[in-house]
């Protein structure tokens, strides 16, 4: 009988570490560096190192903080001044944020953008473009060879806002707005089913680093085991029940190793 009561024991533990938690997610943070003559930086929040030497170009992962307000610090990789942008963000609950340090050295600031990370319908991408550049001028964003145009008329540090794209591989490319000259060829750009992506124009037009398209992927939808209904992530529960019999598996051995012990005894 005592046996049996601790085996229930071990199992209802193991359970209640495999419950979903309901309450709100919180808000998500990730960075980008697009300042082109900045070296590799660390972004601090809150007095932490959250992100550490981030090269040109880089984009970090998002990472989950509390909500409310959150004080963050951008300074060289390694050192802890001087710091180059300082910002206070509120933060809100289920939302995603894209802190980006753009424009040049002398002159950098952050951009912050609200992210939507919400699934495309079947067959569908969604991509939007970002404007990063400090010395190109407004831009559009069109298919190649003349193609239809996707985001016209942005100016650095202008954002052009999700578009639902069927999946597939395009060329696309950069005209300076309004005209055919294009300032930048980007080929081959794969938009995948189900899955957001950022493209961000980064560089110098006139000088170095050239000017690149940099595209990123956002969100992709996890792979399905079991549907989700009702606000219960199962593919999250049944991991935790998985990982749970697993400790309930290693608690069971330890428990009938030590009976066999005194048995043998």
């Known amino acids: 009988m005592k046996r049996l009561m601790l085996l229930n024991a071990v199992l209802v533990f193991a359970l209640l570490l495999a419950v979903p938690a309901f309450a709100q997610s919180g808000p998500r943070v990730r960075a980008i560096h697009a300042s082109p003559d900045a070296p590799a930086v660390d972004v601090w929040v809150d007095g932490q190192i959250a992100f550490s030497?981030?090269?040109f170009k880089g984009i970090t992962a998002y990472a989950t903080l509390t909500q409310g307000m959150h004080n963050f610090q951008i300074v060289p990789a390694g050192a802890t001044e001087p710091v180059v942008i300082e910002a206070d963000l509120d933060l809100q609950n289920n939302t995603d944020y894209s802190i980006i340090a753009l424009n040049?050295?002398?002159?950098?600031?952050?951009?912050?953008?609200?992210?939507?990370?919400?699934?495309?319908?079947?067959?569908?991408?969604?991509?939007?473009?970002?404007?990063?550049?400090?010395?190109?001028?407004?831009?559009?964003?069109?298919?190649?060879?003349?193609?239809?145009?996707?985001?016209?008329?942005?100016?650095?540090k202008g954002v052009g806002d999700y578009l639902p794209v069927d999946a597939g591989t395009y060329n696309l490319e950069v005209r300076v707005a309004g005209t055919d000259t294009v300032a930048l060829s980007v080929p081959g750009l794969r938009l995948e089913d189900g899955v957001v992506?950022?493209?961000?124009?980064?560089?110098?037009?006139?000088?170095?680093?050239?000017?690149?398209?940099?595209?990123?992927?956002?969100?992709?939808?996890?792979?399905?085991?079991?549907?989700?209904?009702?606000?219960i992530n199962y593919n999250a529960y049944l991991g935790g029940i998985l990982a749970s019999l697993g400790l309930l598996a290693l608690g069971f051995g330890f428990i009938y190793k030590r009976l066999a012990v005194r048995t043998i005894k």
């Open 53 to 55: 030497n981030v090269p």
């Open 104 to 156: 040049t050295l002398d002159a950098i600031e952050p951009l912050v953008l609200v992210d939507n990370n919400a699934q495309p319908a079947a067959g569908k991408a969604h991509v939007r473009f970002v404007h990063a550049s400090p010395d190109a001028p407004a831009v559009d964003i069109a298919v190649a060879g003349g193609g239809p145009v996707l985001f016209g008329n942005i100016p650095f």
């Open 197 to 231: 992506y950022t493209v961000f124009a980064m560089g110098l037009a006139g000088g170095e680093p050239a000017l690149a398209a940099v595209p990123s992927v956002d969100a992709r939808p996890a792979p399905a085991l079991l549907p989700e209904t009702g606000g």
